[in-house]
């Protein structure tokens, strides 16, 4: 089966650039999370939602970055006037709704802002 | 949520078991001890979760002490593919809901 899906794998952009980094979550799974993860650190929790609503967004670091998931499945972040400490690897992982508490990660997307 | 503290990095040579600590002082009552793993060039990957008792999966055992300050991860035949940075976190389980919280982590080199 499949798992949490994540395209590009690489995105290679210039500052101020606008980009979009798409998350196929494991089909059924309700919840979804964006983290980012710089180098040699730890993945950081940016935006959570349940459903189609962003239950916590408390981890976006400005209003250059949003995320969305319209239909309660695919979610895309989104990032304005790119900057180049925005470099990162972006993580997306899913979990079902309740009773589970293991999340599954994709393979991330390297942002990389030149 | 409670912060943990886990050795920056460990060896561990193949075949051998590999423990590794983490400690979690301030953990409340209703917080879980969950482990993750982190392979290189890949995203983190669920391995074992506990709230007291200590817990086995065919990945490794998880073993916490009695006040719940700390814990061990145990892999019990190390491979070269176990090789990854390995993250202890604390957080309220049976809800979706909440994120984790990942700290630097265990790096975990086997060497042949």
């Known amino acids: 089966g499949a798992g949490v899906s994540q395209t590009p794998s690489n995105k290679v952009t210039e500052k101020g650039k606008y980009v979009e980094l798409r998350c196929d979550p494991i089909?059924?799974?309700?919840?979804l999370y964006w983290y980012r993860q710089s180098l040699g650190q730890g993945p950081e929790f940016l935006i959570y939602?349940?459903?189609?609503?962003?239950?916590?967004d408390s981890g976006l670091p400005n209003d250059r970055f949003f995320a969305v998931r319209p239909e309660g499945s695919v979610s895309t972040l989104k990032i304005q006037r790119t900057e180049r400490g925005d470099s990162a690897v972006y993580l997306c992982?899913?979990?079902?709704?309740?009773?589970?508490?293991?999340?599954?990660f994709g393979q991330g997307t390297r942002l990389t802002v030149v | 949520d409670a912060k943990t503290t886990q050795p920056p990095s460990m060896d561990c040579a193949e075949g051998r078991a590999a423990n590794l600590p983490c400690n979690h002082s301030?953990?409340?009552?209703?917080?879980?001890v969950y482990w993750y793993r982190q392979i290189h060039s890949q995203g983190p990957q669920y391995i074992i979760h506990?709230?007291?008792n200590n817990e086995t999966n065919e990945m490794a055992s998880l073993i916490i002490t009695e006040d719940r300050k700390s814990s061990t991860l145990i892999l019990p035949h190390a491979t070269l593919r176990d090789t990854a940075v390995y993250y202890c976190?604390?957080?309220?389980?049976?809800?979706?809901?909440?994120?984790?919280?990942f700290g630097g982590g265990t790096r975990l080199m086997v060497k042949p």
């Open positions: 301030t953990i409340s009552g209703n917080e879980y």
């Open positions: 976190i604390v957080r309220p389980a049976l809800n979706a809901g909440n994120m984790l919280t």
């Open positions: 506990g709230l007291k």
């Open positions: 939602f349940q459903g189609t609503g962003a239950a916590d």
């Open positions: 089909s059924g799974h309700t919840a």
């Open positions: 992982a899913s979990s079902p709704r309740t009773g589970n508490t293991e999340a599954f």
